[in-house]
């Protein structure tokens, strides 16, 4: 009886969503270049000394299993993207710190994989870490997942700085993923030190040509990006 009341309360909504989405022109993987242009490079040949924390490629992610697309945890942006981190990575060095980065280029089949995982209504097993200050049916209204991401025109990345000396990274209040106002680069539930600390990412990524997004402090995408019209959906391998 409890499984039959949980299917009338929660499939339709899941199917509400589901239609939305369709609606917003999901599944994404259809209508994105499945090519791999010449201009997109593997980054650790571009800044050797990055760490690379691919968490899509893992289960430590708020979709808690491999994402579709990432058959490899490398991480490629187009030749400008690259080349303007590898000149944040040499500022940042200066400093006494180093990058640590999340995810780069995102093939289209993982957005779409994000939007089935949220069309789920009833799976929550990642809420607690990933999203419990917003309600599951409210991540995409909230922009916390897009229906197209510039992940996908393969010139934005997420990272974060750590000290190379302790190799520990810097406190900037909230993990990255953590889909919360707590995570937009201004909330003032950070502390100063932790304010200090996005400040200095941000200044770093914007004096070497990136822009900001105003939900997630770690979120980083070049200004004068070679595609800003094209997603990409060639599979990370």
């Given at each position: 009886?409890?499984?039959?009341?949980?299917?009338?309360?929660?499939?339709p909504?899941?199917?509400?969503?589901?239609?939305?989405?369709?609606?917003?022109?999901?599944?994404?993987?259809?209508?994105a270049?499945?090519?791999?242009?010449?201009?997109?490079?593997?980054?650790?040949?571009?800044?050797?000394?990055a760490?690379?924390?691919?968490?899509?490629?893992?289960?430590?992610?708020?979709?808690?299993?491999?994402?579709?697309?990432?058959?490899a945890?490398?991480?490629?942006?187009?030749?400008?993207?690259?080349?303007?981190?590898?000149?944040?990575?040499?500022?940042?060095?200066?400093?006494?710190?180093?990058?640590?980065?999340?995810?780069?280029?995102?093939?289209?089949?993982?957005?779409?994989?994000?939007?089935?995982?949220?069309?789920?209504?009833?799976?929550?097993?990642?809420?607690?870490?990933?999203y419990?200050?917003?309600?599951?049916?409210?991540?995409?209204?909230?922009?916390?997942?897009?229906?197209?991401?510039?992940?996908?025109?393969?010139?934005?990345?997420?990272?974060?700085?750590?000290?190379?000396?302790?190799?520990?990274?810097?406190?900037?209040?909230?993990?990255?993923?953590?889909?919360?106002?707590?995570?937009?680069?201004?909330?003032?539930?950070?502390?100063?030190?932790?304010?200090?600390?996005?400040?200095?990412?941000?200044?770093?990524?914007?004096?070497?040509?990136?822009?900001?997004?105003?939900?997630?402090?770690?979120?980083?995408?070049?200004?004068?990006?070679?595609?800003?019209?094209?997603?990409?959906?060639?599979?990370?391998?």
């Amino acid at each position: 009886m409890l499984r039959a009341l949980m299917d009338r309360l929660v499939k339709p909504a899941a199917q509400a969503l589901t239609l939305t989405l369709t609606i917003a022109g999901l599944p994404l993987a259809a209508d994105a270049r499945t090519d791999r242009p010449d201009l997109f490079v593997d980054v650790s040949g571009v800044v050797p000394d990055a760490v690379f924390d691919v968490r899509y490629f893992s289960t430590d992610n708020f979709v808690g299993t491999r994402v579709d697309g990432y058959g490899a945890a490398r991480c490629f942006l187009t030749r400008p993207a690259a080349e303007a981190l590898a000149q944040v990575a040499a500022d940042a060095r200066k400093k006494g710190l180093g990058l640590r980065i999340f995810d780069c280029y995102r093939p289209a089949r993982a957005v779409a994989h994000f939007a089935r995982w949220a069309s789920d209504l009833a799976d929550e097993k990642t809420k607690p870490t990933y999203y419990p200050d917003v309600a599951k049916k409210d991540l995409f209204a909230e922009g916390y997942i897009a229906a197209r991401s510039g992940h996908s025109r393969g010139s934005t990345l997420d990272l974060t700085l750590f000290d190379l000396s302790t190799r520990r990274d810097l406190d900037m209040g909230t993990p990255f993923d953590l889909f919360s106002p707590r995570s937009w680069p201004d909330s003032p539930t950070a502390t100063a030190a932790q304010r200090a600390n996005r400040r200095l990412l941000a200044g770093l990524m914007a004096q070497n040509g990136f822009k900001p997004f105003d939900k997630e402090w770690w979120h980083f995408t070049l200004k004068d990006e070679p595609f800003p019209d094209t997603y990409f959906d060639f599979p990370i391998e």
